[in-house]
């Protein structure tokens, strides 16, 4: 068998997949991975030529390793799942999940309606617009210290800080959303004998959908980096509690894992969260420009 | 046989938007609309015919004088009255069955039952197998016929229609007309249809108002006894009532110009 038979099999492999998955999505996905590729061989080029000292900058097996480590007391799926404290690992990434589910099952729903009702009513825009105005201007992490006073260290905290965040970008991008639907529409449910309520949920909703989009976008990124921040300092469990006291003790391979799995849960709930739902929404409505 | 719609001394003030100062859109409006009957209004722009329309269809307040349709006075929106509105008023994130059954959907109309009627509808304005397309995958003539049947399929007492087909190309509009006159045909409806354009006026109308430049009157109006089998643009030319109704409405109309630009 020459080389030539080789390519062949090479080619017909790759023409396989690049059907099954689209080439599109292949290329799309392929220099995606480039500047992670990049890191990640410099960061393994630096443990082999010892350019910074592993102090700095642990080895990947390292921090790879300390992922089981900290999972290692851990006995059964039950204690990790009741954040027992034997499940380290786990208990500190279920419980940033947590706060983040909680914060945006709340805060997310609020955050829209009362920004359509801002969004159509004056009077009500009138009275939530400067307090909206004076809270983000504190942004979330301003509130910690204020926070533990008032919470004491733990979810409490942690979740009236990420509330704070995601409720007010939340509220402000669909008001603006809802603004700018065109009146027609809005006539054209009324004409047909629609309510009020008609008119939120066939028009309003629907048609501030590309901001409410970008509203969660938004507040689930700050609404994540207010977490850590909260977790780390007014916290007593989850990643930012972890990355955190693991500096303190210098164990930075600890510190570089949590950074880590951070990123991977926040990619993907963009992925596998908005991208879809943007997809389904205002992609398929043709509300957003596309590159054709 | 008492009117569909009837309006009475209707007289309509307005502030303008940037001046505050108050315009005079609409002295005195007397007019009726026969049960059936399709109804042109013409008038040069910003002689208040929008304002009417607008009124009519509940979105705009008034004070003076009266609008009734099938006896009720008018003070709101409402299903007995479907607009066709200048833009292509069709939801974006409907698709063309759900915009067409949207009417019956908010009447609470069960889903088995407004399929049926949907498809009827969509039948009748020749979107049979774009049922799933959303509006931004349609034509302009094929939005614009959506609208049509999104408001038909509510099943108004009146259908209003401002200027509908003025945003889509000359050809499609020669289209969308024939179409209109053959929906009119089929189904008897209401409708007064507002336009600026003198030979659409003449086309669709079994009468048509002039109105004045503002204050917008009812100046004149202008019969056509063409059976509606017979309006065909293609025999339009050579059909002499149409010629007559035609140069009329144009007279009348540029009078009003020609005084609005002497003004």
Redesign the interface.
Do not use: C, N
């Given at each position: 068998m020459g080389a030539g038979a080789t390519m062949n099999v090479l080619a017909t492999a790759s023409i396989a997949v690049q059907r099954r998955l689209g080439r599109q999505r292949i290329r799309k996905f392929l220099l995606g991975s480039i500047p992670f590729i990049v890191m990640i061989s410099a960061w393994h080029m630096n443990t082999v030529f010892e350019w910074l000292p592993p102090v700095f900058i642990p080895a990947i097996g390292e921090v790879w390793d300390a992922f089981f480590i900290l999972q290692e007391d851990c006995v059964g799926f039950g204690a990790a799942l009741m954040l027992d404290n034997s499940c380290l690992m786990s208990t500190h990434i279920l419980s940033s999940l947590g706060r983040v589910i909680l914060a945006a099952v709340i805060g997310l729903p609020f955050g829209i309606a009362f920004g359509i009702l801002a969004g159509m009513s004056r009077p009500i825009s009138k009275i939530l617009e400067p307090i909206g105005i004076f809270a983000n201007s504190i942004s979330g992490i301003a509130w910690i210290p204020l926070a533990i006073v008032w919470f004491g260290v733990g979810w409490m905290t942690t979740l009236f800080i990420m509330l704070n965040t995601i409720f007010w970008l939340m509220f402000f991008n669909s008001m603006l959303g809802v603004r700018g639907v065109?009146r027609?529409?809005e006539?054209?449910?009324?004409?047909?004998?629609?309510s009020r309520l008609?008119v939120i949920l066939?028009?309003y909703l629907?048609?501030a959908?590309p901001s409410i989009i970008s509203g969660m976008r938004m507040s689930m990124g700050f609404g994540w980096r207010a977490l850590i921040a909260a977790e780390m300092i007014g916290g007593d469990s989850g990643l930012g509690f972890m990355i955190f006291s693991s500096a303190e003790e210098f164990k930075i391979e600890e510190v570089f894992l949590g950074v880590i799995i951070i990123s991977i849960i926040f990619l993907a709930t963009d992925h596998y969260l908005l991208k879809p739902l943007e997809k389904w929404?205002i992609h398929?409505?043709?509300?957003v420009w596309k590159p054709t | 046989m008492p009117a569909k719609l009837v309006v009475e001394g209707l007289t309509h003030h307005y502030p303008d938007e940037y001046t505050g100062e108050s315009v005079h859109a609409l002295e005195k409006i007397n007019l009726e609309v026969q049960e059936g009957e399709l109804v042109t209004v013409v008038g040069p722009s910003g002689c208040g015919k929008s304002t009417l329309l607008n009124i009519l269809?509940?979105?705009l307040p008034y004070r003076e004088g009266v609008a009734s349709v099938d006896g009720i006075q008018i003070s709101g929106?409402?299903?007995d009255?479907?607009?066709v509105?200048q833009?292509h008023?069709?939801?974006?994130?409907?698709s063309v069955a759900k915009n067409i059954g949207?009417?019956l959907e908010?009447?609470g109309m069960v889903k088995e039952e407004r399929e049926a009627r949907v498809q009827d509808f969509v039948e009748l304005v020749g979107l049979s197998g774009f049922e799933d397309k959303?509006?931004?995958?349609l034509s302009g003539g094929m939005k614009q016929r959506c609208a049509v049947a999104?408001?038909l399929c509510?099943d108004p007492v009146i259908m209003l229609m401002d200027e509908p087909f003025a945003a889509v190309d000359a050809q499609t509009r020669i289209t969308l007309q024939e179409e209109l006159n053959r929906i009119a045909i089929a189904t008897k409806k209401t409708i007064m249809f507002i336009t600026h354009a003198v030979d659409e006026a003449a086309f669709l109308g079994d009468r048509c108002f002039v109105f004045s430049a503002r204050p917008g009157r009812l100046k004149a109006i202008v019969d056509i006894n063409i059976a509606r089998e017979r309006r065909i643009w293609a025999d339009m030319n050579a059909d002499d009532e149409f010629v007559r109704a035609r140069d009329e409405i144009l007279r009348l109309v540029r009078e009003e110009v020609s005084v609005a630009v002497e003004e």
């Open positions: 065109a027609v529409y006539q054209s449910v009324l004409t047909m004998g629609g008609d066939h028009v629907p048609g959908m929404t398929r409505w043709g509300l | 269809a509940g979105l929106p409402g299903s009255r479907g607009v509105f833009e008023a069709i939801l974006p994130w409907r949207h009417g908010l009447k959303y509006p931004h995958e999104r408001t509510a």
